[in-house]
């Protein structure tokens, strides 16, 4: 069975805190995404990753940073957290070329405080 | 960028039809997809449409216009499990995938 795996179901953090959100992927997919979902916003991109070490900038990447050392895991990096952070975030994993179905993760419910 | 408009919310009885629209407006289109997300839950993949036409999967089925920048997905025989949201999500170069604001589909008995 497939798998998208997010380090935390719910994380507290206080404002100024750099913050680690950590996706771990099982089915050696090239592609992977960082989403934040907003209630009336959808998923919104973030960053995403094609491959190891490569990235590229989705919609709204202020405020954050990634990084992908090793293709099944995809980090996110919150520099210094702010309460306009507090979101859920969703990792996302896919094939490449040709591909159709993303599979996520369950979610990181993100308080910053 | 990309943007993708879809109502926000959709009410329908049980046993009924629903439809729920999606136009969207991007460079490098690949192919238009659907996801449905329950609350407290991930989202799952439900379709994709790469040509213009209907595809048809069980209850659900999804249309694409590529002329028209934009398609639906249609829901049969409502069931009270399919309220949930659903998203409609653009494929562009590169595999980036951009996703709509959601519509929230509430199934009343």
């Known amino acids: 069975d497939v798998k998208v795996t997010q380090s935390s179901r719910y994380l507290v953090k206080r404002t100024g805190e750099k913050v680690f959100l950590e996706c771990v992927q099982d089915?050696?997919?090239?592609?992977m995404f960082w989403y934040r979902q907003d209630p009336g916003l959808g998923l919104r991109l973030i960053y995403f990753?094609?491959?190891?070490?490569?990235?590229e900038k989705g919609d709204i990447p202020e405020g954050y940073s990634v990084s992908r050392e090793k293709k099944e895991r995809f980090s996110l990096i919150l520099e210094s957290a702010s309460t306009n952070q507090t979101s859920m975030y969703l990792c996302a994993s896919s094939r490449p070329q040709g591909a159709t179905e993303a599979f996520f993760g369950q979610g990181t419910r993100l308080t910053v405080v | 960028g990309q943007s993708l408009e879809q109502p926000s919310e959709v009410t329908a009885v049980e046993g009924a039809i629903v439809q729920i629209n999606c136009t969207y407006q991007?460079?490098?289109?690949?192919?238009l997809s659907w996801y449905q997300q329950h609350d407290g839950g991930a989202p799952t993949f439900l379709s994709y449409n790469a040509l213009d036409g209907l595809e048809e999967t069980g209850r659900f089925s999804s249309f694409l216009s590529r002329s028209d920048s934009y398609g639906y997905l249609l829901l049969q025989e409502l069931q009270m499990k399919d309220s949930a949201s659903y998203f409609c999500a653009v494929r562009t170069a590169g595999n980036m995938l951009t996703f709509g604001g959601g519509t929230r589909l509430m199934v009343k008995p």
């Open positions: 089915m050696d997919h090239e592609n």
């Open positions: 991007t460079s490098g289109f690949y192919g």
């Open positions: 990753s094609y491959d190891v070490k490569m990235k």
